[in-house]
C-alpha cells in the first residue's frame, strides 16, 4: 500500500486454527467418545492438535517475518 499501512490476516488464520482446534478436542472427541465412535474420535483428536499446532506454526512464522523486515 501507498501508506505503508496493511492489515495482515495471518494472525486471523492462526487465532483461527487455534480456537477450531480447542473446539474440536474439547466437543468433538468428547461427543465421539460418548457415542463409542473410535475412529471419529481419534481423527478429530489428530486434527483438533493439527490446527493447534498449525496455529502456533503460522503465529510463530509471521512474528519472524514481521521482526525481520
Known sequence: MASG???GYLNFTAFLLL???IG????DVKSYEKAKMEKE???ARFLGWFNIALGIVVYIGDWIYRNTV
Open 5 to 7: 499501512f496493511s492489515i
Open 19 to 21: 480456537l477450531s482446534g
Open 24 to 27: 474440536m478436542l474439547r466437543l
Open 41 to 43: 474420535r481419534k481423527t
